[in-house]
């Protein structure tokens, strides 16, 4: 699997993997399917394009089918800069079992990891998807608390687990 940063180019690649995961896990994610498939191509190559201040990593097959995707976005107030949030992980079911999510979020992590100023990644994962959880602990995060009745999708209501990764910690773990 080859890893890179999505830009402008990647939008329609990139629309067909977001709105294949909205459908399947219409839970995990804040938008969704209709709102997403209605939004014009433009709007996907502008969020596309990368900043010191967020970005998209994609997952590659070698025949450069586009198979996983995880987003980066730090926060814009200055009381809150040393934060950023990570969003919309996914990866196809057809590769699953092949460590693309551990991959591209340890790269999410290396690219944050050089952002000045960047203290602490944040996440939220839907509290039943023990797979996630499992991949984020792996990784360093830790639970900090969860948030009951988050999501609404239709009458059902879902509980997101709160995640987070000090980075300066990391970094003197590293040098230890």
């Avoid at 009381?79 to 693309?100: D, M, S, T």
């Avoid at 996440?123 to 998807?129: C, T």
């Avoid at 991949?135 to 687990?161: H, I, M, P, Q």
């Amino acid at each position: 699997m080859d890893i890179r940063l999505l830009t402008a180019e990647d939008a329609e690649r990139y629309r067909a993997i977001r709105l294949q995961s909205l459908l399947e896990h219409p839970e995990a994610f804040l938008s969704t399917y209709a709102v997403e498939k209605e939004l014009p191509l433009e709007t996907t190559r502008q969020r596309l394009r990368p900043s010191g201040d967020q970005f998209t990593l994609g997952g590659f097959t070698e025949q450069g089918e586009l198979t996983g995707v995880v987003t980066f976005m730090r926060e814009c107030r200055d009381k809150i800069r040393h934060k950023g949030n990570v969003f919309a992980l996914y990866v196809r079911p057809e590769v699953r079992q092949q460590r693309l999510g551990y991959a591209l979020m340890t790269e999410l992590i290396a690219k944050a990891e050089q952002i000045e100023g960047l203290e602490v990644l944040l996440l939220a994962v839907i509290s039943e998807n023990l797979a996630a959880r499992r991949l984020y602990e792996a990784l360093g995060f830790t639970c900090y608390g969860t948030e009951l009745n988050a999501l609404k999708v239709g009458t059902r209501y879902w509980s997101e687990d709160l995640f987070s990764l000090p980075l300066d910690l990391r970094i003197e773990r590293k040098s230890s």
